[in-house]
């Protein structure tokens, strides 16, 4: 059974920084590609960043290309998205999402984590 | 950067209704196009992927269908189970990008 569990959310200053992780099992991590996706409170889901199955090319949001950085950890199956310089609309649930297939045009999501609240207020 | 939309936001109806929901696109996407439902407080659940191809497991009742810059998305026949919000999603270039969503209500 596919799972994902996201940690390390939080309450943080604007200008801080976060680390979120994404431990995955159920599935060969290595072969997938992976992204975060956010919501903030009562809105629409909004794609932040992704990891491509090869692991040699990562995508970024407009809103968070050079403060965001997503990385991975083949060997510990897990995802990070490491957050700087949070403003407070970065306040949204984070989830992460496996990719439906490895390789050709298939970068939708079949499984989600549940969710790590992030929220950027003094 | 391909902007996605979704008409109604919101929409009102009774279980058995037909419903449907729209989704453009700024530019066409060919038929690179997926549907989420997403119930409050949970995760996004995935339906429908190239725009017509139903998910292993998802109803019959939920159907998908266009292409280029306009999809729809068909529930035959509204079950209490539905009433949720869903989303579109374009995957046929980064940056990734979503509809607003619609809230399907009981009417």
């Known amino acids: 059974e596919v799972q994902l569990l996201e940690s390390g959310g939080g309450l943080v200053q604007p200008g801080g920084s976060l680390r979120l992780s994404c431990a995955a099992s159920g599935f060969t991590f290595s072969s997938y590609g992976m992204s975060w996706v956010r919501q903030a409170p009562g809105k629409g889901l909004e794609w932040v960043s992704a990891f491509s199955d090869s692991g040699s090319s990562t995508y970024y949001a407009d809103s968070v290309k050079g403060r965001f950085t997503i990385s991975r950890d083949n060997s510990k199956n897990t995802l990070y998205l490491q957050m700087n310089s949070l403003r407070a609309e970065d306040t949204a649930v984070y989830y992460c999402a496996k990719r439906y297939c490895t390789g050709g045009d298939c970068s939708f999501f079949d499984y989600w984590g549940q969710g790590t609240q992030v929220t950027v207020s003094s | 950067d391909i902007q996605m939309t979704q008409s109604p936001s919101t929409l009102s109806a009774s279980v058995g209704d037909r419903v449907t929901i729209t989704c453009r696109a700024s530019?066409?996407?060919?038929?690179?196009l997926a549907w989420y439902q997403q119930k409050p407080g949970k995760a996004p659940k995935f339906l429908i992927y190239?725009?017509?191809s139903l998910e292993s497991g998802v109803p019959s009742r939920f159907s998908g269908s266009g292409s280029g810059t306009e999809f729809t998305l068909t529930i035959s026949s509204l079950q209490p189970d539905d009433f949720a919000t869903y989303y579109c999603q374009q995957y046929r270039s980064y940056p990734l990008s979503f509809g607003g969503g619609t809230k399907v209500e009981i009417k």
């Open positions: 530019q066409s996407i060919s038929s690179w």
């Open positions: 190239k725009a017509s």
